[in-house]
């Protein structure tokens, strides 16, 4: 069938891109509103962490599965079904009146988010075979997810200061319904059902294998890191991952083709990905309560002051991408995660009140970090799939991006809570009545309704301990942070690619170019599998497409 003009290619790039900042807007709209559930909905800081969590659990534990289902039945339907309910499921977490209902509505978000997410990348992979065209393509959808989850504080700030904490659910409805319509109108049809067979023991082993890892690294700090309960569940993920890897291994059409891990292209990039959302997601799960418990400011506040992160993410993205031909994904990944380490170390040594200028530098530097990591990997990543598996390739770079964010706010907000209210307790705090002081140490807000209420002569001196608890942990948790990007660095600087020279054409290339001009050669870091020429849309099993 013939491919789509440049026009249609353009309209289905940007129709994928909204779709894509709408579940990645989720992902941070609502760390802007904690504040506001913690007082409203009583939720304690475990609850938070579920809030936020719920939503990338479901999404990590699902979108592998998603991304298989997706390349076999169609992308365009898994789109569409995928917008439809999460649109729903948006209204359902905007009517809950407890923590418990909440968390349940975000778990089914994140479901219909791994339906949409692995399809956007897929898609642009189909639609843009030529590997200049398609890295073009991801630097903007990279710039778009990056800006979705940098700009949701913003836009939640501008609806909390003038709705309540339901308007940043029902504010995603109309986005996700117009993704919708552009979907039905101008997407094109794209499937692989020859090479994409249905796999069910690995669709159901690779689900469960994430879904207890993760679940088990979000429990871990509260039931404690040796506890049986957080053994078991480390041990149950080991054993689900060498059933999963077993099963993959004796299929003639696997689910995952796991020879593709021994590609540095692929697997260091996925590292590099997830080490970059790890970072990410701490970092604005703590920024948000930083801005408005510590420094008083307003929603709207918090979120404008954000925005420096989500500004030059989109340049960081596009930069990243135009430089990798030139340095390789070696030097670009590589320099964006010691950027990223440099900015949490700047951060950790900070003072509490630092003024907004220091603040946009460590943002900016985080921000161009983020960029210059993420958009490099996601196109090394498909850079070694066919157009056939597209939507499992999209998957593991969606995997890797919820599993490492999930961490972020697991592992991070975890440090947080656990030094905070440690430190807590050695403060003014300490002569409070115990009931008192476990409520403040479960919830920041709590502790600061605390010291306002207390009488003026230890009023300052209840805030100062809060204010200090707060720092301590927010700073040794930004250095855990640095930590994880730097030896993130170091890694991506070991095993990614650098650049890539054009490989020589011989007797053969040479007559499959004249006959077939549209087709691109596969590059050098191909795995050795892949026998035909990467991005070729009309090869046997590359699927097919309508415009």
Not at 455 to 474: K, R, Y
Request: hydrophobic share 50%; net charge positive; aromatic share 8%.
């Amino acid at each position: 069938m013939p491919a789509p003009t440049s026009r249609r290619r353009l309209l289905i790039l940007a129709t994928v891109c909204l779709a894509a900042f709408t579940i990645n807007l989720d992902t941070t709209i609502v760390n802007v509103a904690l504040p506001d559930l913690s007082r409203q909905l009583g939720a304690t800081t475990r609850d938070l962490q579920w809030i936020v969590d719920g939503y990338n659990l479901a999404f990590a534990t699902l979108v592998l599965s998603a991304g298989s289902l997706g390349d076999r039945f169609g992308r365009r339907p898994a789109l569409l079904l995928g917008l439809a309910g999460f649109a729903a499921t948006s209204v359902l977490g905007s009517a809950a009146g407890s923590p418990g209902p909440l968390v349940a509505a975000r778990f089914a978000m994140g479901a219909c988010a791994a339906t949409i997410f692995p399809t956007t990348l897929s898609i642009i992979t189909n639609t843009f075979p030529e590997r200049r065209s398609r890295a073009k393509a991801v630097g903007v959808w990279g710039a778009v997810t990056g800006l979705g989850v940098a700009v949701g504080p913003v836009v939640g700030g501008v609806l909390l200061a003038h709705f309540g904490w339901p308007s940043v659910f029902l504010a995603l409805v109309p986005v996700a319904l117009v993704a919708l319509v552009a979907t039905w109108l101008w997407v094109p049809e794209s499937s692989s059902p020859a090479s994409a067979r249905v796999d069910p023991a690995g669709l159901l082993f690779s689900s469960a294998a994430i879904g207890v890892l993760v679940y088990t690294l979000i429990e871990a700090p509260n039931r404690g890191w040796s506890s049986p309960a957080s053994i078991a569940g480390f041990a149950a993920a080991a054993l689900l991952t060498a059933v999963f890897v077993r099963v993959e291994r004796g299929r003639d059409h696997p689910m995952i083709d796991l020879t593709l891990f021994r590609t540095p292209a692929f697997s260091a990039a996925s590292g590099s990905v997830t080490v970059a959302f790890f970072a990410l997601f701490g970092f604005i799960f703590l920024v948000t309560q930083y801005f408005q418990f510590i420094r008083g400011y307003g929603t709207l506040s918090t979120g404008v002051r954000i925005l420096p992160v989500a500004l030059t993410i989109a340049v960081g993205s596009v930069g990243g991408v135009a430089l990798v031909p030139r340095l390789g994904t070696r030097a670009v990944v590589s320099t964006g995660l010691v950027l990223l380490g440099t900015s949490f170390a700047w951060i950790a040594t900070s003072p509490t009140f630092i003024a907004y200028p220091q603040v946009v530098g460590q943002m900016v530097l985080m921000g161009l970090g983020l960029g210059l990591t993420t958009a490099p990997a996601t196109e090394s990543i498909l850079s070694v799939l066919p157009p056939a598996k597209a939507g499992v390739g999209s998957a593991v770079n969606d995997a890797t991006r919820e599993a490492g964010g999930t961490l972020g706010v697991a592992v991070i907000g975890s440090v947080f809570t656990s030094l905070y209210a440690s430190e807590l307790a050695t403060t003014a705090f300490a002569g409070l009545p115990p009931r008192t002081l476990a409520e403040g140490q479960d919830s920041v807000g709590s502790a600061l309704r605390t010291a306002a209420s207390a009488g003026p002569d230890h009023q300052q001196e209840l805030l100062t301990a809060v204010q200090n608890s707060f720092m301590h942990g927010f700073h040794l948790a930004c250095l855990v942070a640095a930590g994880v990007c730097l030896a993130g660095a170091v890694g991506a600087r070991l095993a990614l690619p650098g650049v890539t020279p054009p490989p020589s054409p011989g007797p053969q290339d040479a007559t499959a170019a004249t006959t077939t001009a549209t087709r691109q050669a596969a590059p050098a870091h191909a795995p050795a599998h892949s026998s035909a020429p990467e991005g070729t849309v009309g090869h046997a099993g590359a699927g097919r497409e309508a415009d």
